[in-house]
């Protein structure tokens, strides 16, 4: 196996990196971390050194390079069938799909309003109406596929998939900002926050001098 690279931004904000790296994690294969401190002035020049997108995440694998993080998500559950990153029945996969995908293009308001920040001391923020049908969109999704899936285990699916990785950011959001939730909502964000990957990635999270928040 060729060795594996994902390039990321800062931990505590970079919502975008976190995703392909939880499904890396998710895999169990051995990879280097290459992290690359943003919004500072040398941030862009270190990042077209890994990608002509400008960037990151990015996915170094021998010879390919993919970026964006849902792509790499899928390089990999292609790469790593083993890992179960999508589950076997085409419905189940299909509605990971869809979720994985509306997330990945959608809820501009929430982004803007709670951008995720793992440093930020937990406290509520009052929401825009904008914000809060976005929150009553994301949580009536989570209900349908829990309802669906509760008995496979405790995430949308059942088991851990690119689904769960696409809202882990989402997570730390209703997290950090304490919106209020109903309780499977409420159950399944600290299943995700309480995941082994995701506590790792939530220590190793910390302040750069000059690092803002990113949607």
């Not at 559950?77 to 994985?100: K, Q, T, V």
């Not at 709670?114 to 809060?132: G, H, I, N, S």
């Amino acid at each position: 196996m060729a060795d594996m690279t994902l390039v990321i931004g800062d931990k505590a904000i970079s919502s975008w990196s976190l995703r392909p790296w939880l499904a890396l994690r998710q895999t169990g294969v051995a990879f280097h971390e290459v992290l690359i401190p943003l919004r500072r002035p040398e941030t862009r020049t270190a990042i077209l050194a890994h990608s002509a997108a400008g960037k990151v995440p990015v996915l170094h694998h021998g010879a390919v390079t993919v970026w964006e993080s849902l792509a790499i998500c899928e390089y990999l559950a292609d790469r790593f069938p083993e890992a179960g990153l999508w589950p076997e029945p085409p419905e189940a996969r299909a509605l990971g799909r869809a979720a994985a995908t509306e997330m990945h293009g959608g809820f501009p308001e929430l982004r803007r309003a709670l951008p995720m920040d793992l440093l930020r001391e937990p406290a509520p923020q009052p929401l825009t109406p904008e914000v809060t049908a976005e929150v009553a969109r994301i949580s009536g999704l989570w209900r349908d596929l829990r309802s669906r899936f509760q008995t496979l285990g405790p995430f949308l699916l059942g088991r851990f998939t690119i689904a769960d990785a696409m809202y882990a950011p989402v997570c730390t959001r209703f997290d950090s900002y304490r919106v209020p939730l109903d309780p499977v909502c409420q159950a399944y964000v600290e299943t995700v926050l309480d995941w082994p990957a995701m506590a790792a990635w939530r220590a190793a999270a910390r302040p750069y001098p000059t690092a803002t928040p990113l949607r």
